[in-house]
């Protein structure tokens, strides 16, 4: 089913630990996005894409990174979590202008706990 | 700059009353502007768009290019509108990203 999936949907970690949060569509989106957001709060871009290979950091400083390697794949990594860190991550995707789809779909999200 | 303002953090309303979310913007051209809503424990989503000029469950939004507003509207509050909703606006350019408000919670009060 065409969807966008966020793994894991919770995760409580360490501080210092590495750790990655998956995101994948299946919808063939060219435009990928993270969001940071705290329960019922405004939502933060920290990072989009337009494309393989290309990744752009958002409004709000995040010491997280991207990658973008396949068109349906878009990973953001923490290299060493810190308490600050905790939050819930809304990954999303929307067409590219002219498809006619231009609305965004969004993850479930995952919610991070840095202890 | 581009920015879309949603000055209320929060709506109380009765059931049975008139609704508005106000939504202002400020963009050099002609954007298309949204509503998400996020219900509890559920997926941020899609309300509304202002280039589809239909209603989602009873809520409606004009775009007005002179007050630079995107205003949503229902005209009777039901309980299960009760929700975050999210005003958008994004650019005509193929780089442009989606730029959301604030956010307003509303709260449908029986």
């Known amino acids: 089913e065409a969807d966008i999936y966020q793994t894991p949907r919770y995760l409580v970690i360490g501080t210092g630990k590495k750790i990655t949060l998956e995101c994948s569509q299946t919808?063939?989106?060219?435009?990928m996005y993270w969001y940071q957001q705290d329960p019922g709060m405004e939502l933060h871009l920290i990072h989009y894409?337009?494309?393989?290979?290309?990744?752009e950091k958002g409004d709000l400083s995040s010491e997280s990174t991207v990658s973008r390697i396949r068109t349906e794949h878009f990973p953001l990594t923490l290299e060493s979590a810190r308490p600050s860190h905790t939050s819930q991550y809304l990954c999303?995707?929307?067409?590219?202008?002219?498809?006619?789809?231009?609305?965004?779909?969004f993850g479930s999200g995952t919610q991070l706990s840095v202890l | 700059a581009q920015r879309v303002t949603q000055p209320e953090k929060l709506l109380s309303v009765f059931k049975g009353a008139p609704v508005e979310l106000k939504c202002n913007y400020s963009?050099?051209?002609?954007?298309?502007l949204f509503w998400y809503v996020q219900y509890s424990r559920q997926r941020l989503q899609l309300l509304l768009r202002?280039?589809s000029r239909e209603s989602i469950k009873g809520f409606t939004a004009d775009l007005n290019k002179g007050e630079t507003s995107f205003h949503l509207k229902k005209p009777f509050a039901q309980e299960e509108d009760s929700a975050m909703y999210y005003c958008?606006?994004?650019?005509?350019?193929?780089?442009?990203?989606?730029?959301f408000g604030k956010g307003t919670r509303l709260h449908i009060l029986p």
């Open positions: 919808m063939g989106h060219d435009k």
């Open positions: 894409s337009y494309g393989v290979n290309s990744t």
């Open positions: 202002h280039i």
């Open positions: 963009y050099s051209g002609s954007p298309e």
């Open positions: 958008a606006l994004m650019g005509k350019d193929r780089d442009d990203k989606i730029i």
């Open positions: 999303a995707s929307s067409a590219m202008m002219g498809r006619g789809d231009e609305k965004l779909f």
